[in-house]
C-alpha cells in the first residue's frame, strides 16, 4: 500500500497567526518524508526534506524558523507556518517515502490562505 | 544540483492520438526516474517510473523510455482519452534512499474528444 494523509486538507487563517499542518503514512513506515510548496500552475518547489528523529533540511531560500518541521515517528510529520502572512499563501503538499518500494507517495496537499 | 528540464509546456491531442512527453536531467548519478499525473487541485499520482537498470517500462497504454547516455526519458501515452488530461511531471532523483526527487515544470496534456 501507499496512502499518505494530509490535514488539514484547506485552512484559512488571519496574518500573524500560526498553522500547523500533518502529514501521515497511512500503511507503511517513512522515515524520510519531504515537503513541497505549488503555485498555480508550477511545478513542485521542495522545500525540505524532513528525516525521523532528526533536524530536517531545508533547500536554499526557506527559512526554517518560519517553516517548522517535525518527524517525531515513522508515520508523522508537521509543517508548522510561523506567523503567516498573506504571500505564504499557498497549496503545500507532503510527500513519503516508501523504504520497501523504494517510491514516493505524495498526500493530496493543503490549501493555505491567509487573510 | 540536478536540472530536470521538460517538454512541451503543454500539448493538445485528438482523442485517440498518442502523446509523448519528454525530460532531460544534468546528473548522470540519477538513477530513478518517476513520471506524476496531477489533475488539479488533487495530488499528484505516481502512474509510472524507471530506474537506470532498465531502457524502457510499459504498463498498458503507458510505457516510458530512457536514454542514459543522452541524459532524457520519455512518457507516451498511446490510445489517449479524456480522462488523461492533466498535468504531467517527470522527475529524476539519486535513489533508493533519502535523496529527494528533483521535478521537471510540468506538461499540461489536454485531450480532444
Known amino acids: 500500500g501507499a496512502v499518505v494523509s494530509q490535514h488539514p486538507s484547506w485552512v484559512i487563517c488571519k496574518s500573524g497567526t500560526s498553522v500547523k499542518i500533518e502529514c501521515r503514512s497511512l500503511d507503511f513506515q517513512a522515515t524520510t518524508m519531504f515537503w513541497y510548496r505549488q503555485f498555480p500552475k508550477q511545478s513542485l518547489m521542495l522545500m525540505a526534506t524532513s528525516n525521523e528523529g532528526s533536524k530536517a533540511t531545508y533547500e536554499q531560500g526557506v527559512e526554517k524558523d518560519k517553516f517548522l518541521i517535525n518527524h517525531a515517528s515513522l508515520t508523522l510529520s508537521t509543517l508548522t507556518v510561523t506567523s503567516a502572512h498573506p504571500e505564504d499563501s499557498s497549496f503545500y503538499i507532503c510527500s513519503a517515502r516508501n523504504p520497501v518500494a523504494s517510491k514516493e507517495y505524495f498526500g493530496p496537499g493543503t490549501r493555505l490562505t491567509v487573510l | 544540483g540536478e536540472n530536470v528540464e521538460q517538454h512541451p509546456s503543454t500539448l493538445s491531442v485528438q482523442e485517440g492520438d498518442s502523446a509523448v512527453i519528454k525530460c532531460t536531467y544534468s546528473?548522470?548519478?540519477?538513477?530513478?526516474f518517476p513520471w506524476y499525473k496531477q489533475e488539479l487541485g488533487k495530488r499528484p499520482q505516481l502512474i509510472i517510473d524507471?530506474?537506470?537498470?532498465?531502457g524502457e517500462k510499459k504498463d498498458q497504454r503507458i510505457a516510458v523510455t530512457l536514454n542514459k547516455t543522452a541524459k532524457h526519458f520519455s512518457l507516451h501515452i498511446t490510445e489517449t482519452q479524456p480522462e488523461d488530461s492533466a498535468v504531467y511531471f517527470c522527475a529524476a532523483s539519486i535513489g533508493p534512499g533519502a535523496n529527494n526527487l528533483f521535478f521537471g515544470t510540468g506538461t499540461r496534456l489536454t485531450v480532444i474528444p
Open positions: 524507471i530506474r537506470s537498470n532498465v
Open positions: 546528473d548522470s548519478a540519477s538513477n530513478y
